[in-house]
């Protein structure tokens, strides 16, 4: 069974900065792309971020170009977003998601909560 | 970037009744689009990708088709589960992945 856990979500100050991982497990991590999703409260999904399998391509959305950073290591199944800077807007829920392409993101975690607040 | 505009944002329905939903590219994505159904606090999941082919263990009652810009979610006979939002998303040419702003199925 497929399985994304995210973690690393919580409430930071703006300015600050996170660092979020996504453990996965029941599927072989280093054939997957992958992406990070999020979604403000009672808002829709914006994409964040995207790693192809081997971390070499690596894409952002222009809202967190320059402040965060995603990265992997598929000797440990997981995918990471460091952020920096992080801003009031920034607040959300933070999805991993898995891809094969030029298949969608097929499987989603359970998603992070980030709060930015003073 | 691509824009995804769904129709309506919102709307009433009864169990039983046939929804169906809408979406459109701002640009063509032949047959590069995805559909999720998402419920309060849980994470999307996938119903529909390619535009019509129904992911493993989705029931029956959800079809998609279009191709293009313009791209329809159908369910056939909505079941209680099925009141939840409903997010399109174009997997063409990224980045940006981008999604439609959803659409909200509620109780009447």
């Known amino acids: 069974e497929v399985q994304l856990v995210e973690s690393g979500g919580g409430l930071v100050q703006p300015g600050g900065s996170l660092r979020l991982s996504c453990a996965a497990s029941g599927f072989t991590f280093s054939s997957y792309e992958m992406n990070w999703v999020r979604q403000a409260p009672g808002k829709g999904l914006e994409w964040v971020s995207y790693i192809s399998s081997s971390g070499s391509t690596i894409y952002y959305a222009d809202s967190v170009k320059g402040r965060f950073t995603i990265s992997r290591d598929n000797a440990k199944n997981s995918l990471y977003l460091q952020m920096n800077s992080l801003r009031a807007e920034d607040t959300a829920v933070y999805y991993c998601a898995r891809q094969a392409r030029p298949g969608p993101t097929s499987d989603w975690g359970q998603g992070t909560l980030v709060t930015v607040s003073s | 970037a691509i824009r995804m505009t769904q129709s309506p944002s919102s709307f009433s329905a009864s169990t039983g009744d046939r929804v169906t939903i809408t979406c459109r590219a701002s640009q063509g994505i032949s047959s590069y689009l995805a559909w999720y159904q998402q419920k309060p606090g849980k994470a999307p999941k996938l119903l529909i990708y390619?535009?019509?082919t129904l992911q493993s263990g989705v029931p029956s009652r959800f079809s998609g088709s279009g191709s293009g810009t313009d791209f329809t979610l159908t369910i056939s006979c909505l079941q209680s589960e099925d009141f939840a939002t409903y997010y399109c998303?174009?997997?063409?040419?990224?980045?940006?992945?981008?999604f439609g702003g959803g659409t909200k199925v509620e109780i009447k």
């Open positions: 390619a535009a019509s």
């Open positions: 998303q174009q997997y063409y040419s990224y980045p940006p992945l981008t």
